[in-house]
């Protein structure tokens, strides 16, 4: 039933929406008030939260910058315990892929694949999606750097299927024709070089592809 008492109070307007909201209060007093407690409780745990996660963000990235510029200079152990250190300490900020894919580079530049591998394998369950097509690249290299080339290749192929438009993608079929040609598939081979060219045709890879194409098919055994 609407409400009328504005009709029987002798007034010849319709409430305005303040008016109506001020009387909801006076009627709710102990509501309201535990409402904006609530409220503003909840705003200011909102702000602190933002604000304790930027600082915690800015050290992630600060002890990453300090891990990445000591792996530079040799000393990998030393960067390899700052980098765990952020993995486990970080884990809720956007530095925490990256600890491990910069992790992951030091295990494959020192020979280590089933540890880079392990690492590597990490960034496929992690938040940030965008360090997923590095992760397939890096794993289908290790996989190829094991000799598993049959691996290898379903790797870079998850890769150019998730990301055809990705900056690595030229790059990734260049791997993927180099772990076809070393299985002796030379037709496929001959496949992902044709697909360079058409696809990439001003990169390094194209002119690279177009030398593979140029040479005459080995004979077959």
């Known amino acids: 039933m609407p409400d009328t008492t504005w009709i029987d109070s002798g007034k010849t307007e319709s409430p305005k929406n303040t008016d109506r909201i001020l009387t909801w209060i006076k009627a709710n007093r102990e509501t309201f008030i535990g409402a904006s407690v609530v409220t503003l409780a909840a705003a200011i745990f909102a702000a602190y939260f933002m604000s304790h996660y930027a600082d915690l963000r800015d050290t992630a ?4 910058f300090i891990a990445q510029q000591t792996g530079f200079s040799g000393r990998t152990a030393e960067a390899q ?9 970080y884990s809720n900020t956007s530095a925490y892929g990256y600890a491990i894919l910069t992790n992951g580079d ?3 530049a020192q ?4 540890q880079a591998e392990a ?3 990490k960034l496929l369950e992690a938040k940030d ?3 997923r097509p590095f992760a397939l690249y890096s794993l289908g290299k290790t996989k190829e750097g094991q000799g598993e080339l049959a691996a290898a290749r379903a790797r870079y192929a998850d890769f150019l299927s998730a990301f055809p438009d990705h900056f690595l993608a030229p790059e990734v079929h260049w791997a993927l024709a180099r772990t076809c040609e070393a299985s002796s598939e030379i037709a496929e081979a001959r496949n992902a ?3 360079i060219v058409l696809l990439y045709p001003e990169t390094y890879w194209a002119s690279q592809a177009k030398a593979k194409l140029a040479s005459p098919a080995p004979a077959k055994k």
């Open 119 to 121: 690492e590597y394998s």
């Open 129 to 131: 999606k965008g360090l």
């Open 81 to 89: 315990t700052q980098l765990s250190a952020i993995e486990n300490s």
């Open 111 to 114: 020979g280590k694949l089933k």
């Open 193 to 195: 070089w044709d697909k």
């Open 61 to 64: 990235w600060k002890n990453l």
């Open 106 to 108: 030091i295990y494959f």
